[in-house]
Structure formats: C-alpha cells, structure tokens
C-alpha cells in the first residue's frame, strides 16, 4: 500500500457511508466499511466481500460497528441509545462486536472501530467503570483475531479519550481521528485535540463541519471538505507532524442525496491529493 492512501468511509447494507461500488468508480484504494447487519455478516458474507474487493483491488482498512436502535437525533439521544455505554443494551452489543471482529478477520482486516457510547465524565461512577470494563473485554477478543480497536472521536474530549483509554490498560486500544465531530459535539478545537491525542490517533476521518451557535447543547453542521471550520491544510500538516502515516479516509454522510455524496467525495479525493502531495511530497 501507498504511503498515507485515500479512502472512503462505505457501506454495503447498514450504515451512511458511500455505496462500495462509488470507491471503485472514484479509484480509491482504501475503504473503511460499516459492518453489515446481523445476518449478513458470516463467513461467507465475508468470502464473497473479500472477493469483491479483491476484484476492485480495494483495502478496507476497518470494519465499523453500528447498532440497531442508535439515533443521533440530537445530543440527549446519543448518550441515551450510542454504543457500548447504554446498559440494556451492553451484552448483545458487545456479542455483536465480537461476531464483527470475526467478520473483519476474514477480510483479513486488523481494525475494528465503532462510536463507544458517551463515555461518563466522572470516573468515580459504576457506568464509568463498566464502560471500561466492557471496553477491555472486546479489547481482548480483537487482539485474539490479531486485531486493534479504534474509538471514534467526537463524544468525549481529546484529554477525556486519553484518560479513558489509560484506564482500560489495553495496548490494542486507540483512536479513529474525526476532526469534524469534535465541532459537532463541540468537544474541542480540532487540531489541538489531534496534537493531544498525538500517536494514539491510528486511523482518522476526513471530514468539515461548522460549530453550532451552542457548541455541546445543539449540532453543528457536517459540510463538504473544505468549507468547514476544521481547518484542512492544517490538518494535514498536524497528522504528517505527530508522524500518523495510516490511509486518509473521506466520511460524507449524506446517503439521500447520492449524486451530491460521490460529486463531494470526488472534490475531496482532489483537495486531499493536492495537499498530500504539497505537504508530504513522494
Ligand atoms: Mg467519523
């Protein structure tokens, strides 16, 4: 694989990433690919996967995990119903992440990575310590499948994230760079938090966004790269500074409006390569 290669955040049956066939029409090498739904993500869902992108000449580079029942209609329901955090939910989640470190070992994928859950800021309280907990468990499930776990930024502060992590004591646990959710949820400015999070940062998001008016209480808005307020050269001056050196994978999320979502993945290949090429130059 090319040093730092492009990659698009795709899905083939669950989840807002593109349409598979979208990165081979686009020629991009790399993809991160939502997990499928239950049912659809046995061994010889993975095989005919894994031939499929055998026949594309695409990596996947990590499979992510989603649920049923996740909403992230707003801030309130993300804490409530995101991820691993949410107790009656915990077990069969945690069953379904072991069944899609299986799945992503068969494409011989060695990341798995999902949205944790609003991690509990006081680390004196039970929900904190079971969310550790359960984190560990599935650290050691992927790191017997020869794999890592990747935690999606965006809920937790950069400092939170690293002082959740230290608590888990896993050496196969870090983080999936998102700069545009940390303006989402309003949980930091973007490349300060990327220099915190330093080598932790194994995987990463390309992706804008615009702060609400209330950064924390409201959304702020997902845009194209580019016309947001993650500011991207800068970003790709701090990942070539912390020495990140993993594919550089686009998310645009708006599967409704399919043509708009290749067109706007196509700009952003370009914005990405141009400033690969200025700030990393072969
Ligand atoms: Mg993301």
């Known amino acids: 694989m090319e040093k730092w290669p492009v990659g698009v955040f795709t899905s083939v049956d669950a989840g807002l990433g593109v349409d598979l066939a979208v990165a081979k029409e686009l020629n991009i090498p790399t993809i991160q690919i939502h997990a ?4 659809n993500r046995d061994a010889a869902a993975a095989d005919e996967l894994k031939k499929r992108l055998d026949v594309y000449g695409i990596t996947a580079t990590a499979v992510f995990g989603g649920f049923e029942g996740e909403s992230y209609a707003d801030i309130p329901t993300v804490i409530e119903t995101v991820g691993l955090v949410p107790p009656a939910t915990r077990a ?7 069944e899609i470190s299986d799945f992503a070992k068969h494409l011989n994928c060695d990341v798995i990575a999902l949205h944790l ?10 929900l904190y310590k079971q969310t550790v907990d359960v984190t560990r468990e599935l650290c050691e499930y992927a790191a017997k499948n020869g794999q890592s776990l990747h935690l999606e930024t965006g809920q937790e502060t950069a400092s939170g994230l690293v002082d959740f992590i230290d608590d888990t004591k896993c050496d196969n646990l870090f983080v999936n760079f998102d700069p545009a959710n940390m303006i989402l949820y ?4 973007p490349i300060e938090a990327l220099e915190t999070l330093g080598d932790r940062v194994r995987s990463v998001h390309f992706k804008d966004g615009r702060w609400a008016k209330s950064p924390g209480e409201e959304w702020g808005e997902e845009v194209r790269l580019g016309d947001g307020d993650v500011d991207i050269q800068k970003y790709v001056e701090t990942l070539k500074a912390i020495g990140y ?9 708006i599967p409704q409006e399919p043509e708009r979502q290749k067109s706007e993945i196509g700009h952003a290949v370009s914005l990405i390569e141009q400033l690969r090429s200025e700030v990393w130059p072969s």
């Open 117 to 126: 859950g609003f991690v509990p800021h006081d680390r004196s309280i039970e």
């Open 245 to 253: 050196n993993g594919p550089l994978t686009i998310e645009r999320e």
């Open 186 to 189: 309003g949980t930091g400015e």
């Open 92 to 98: 069969s989640r945690l069953a379904e992440m072991k």
């Open 36 to 39: 499928p739904h239950a049912g």
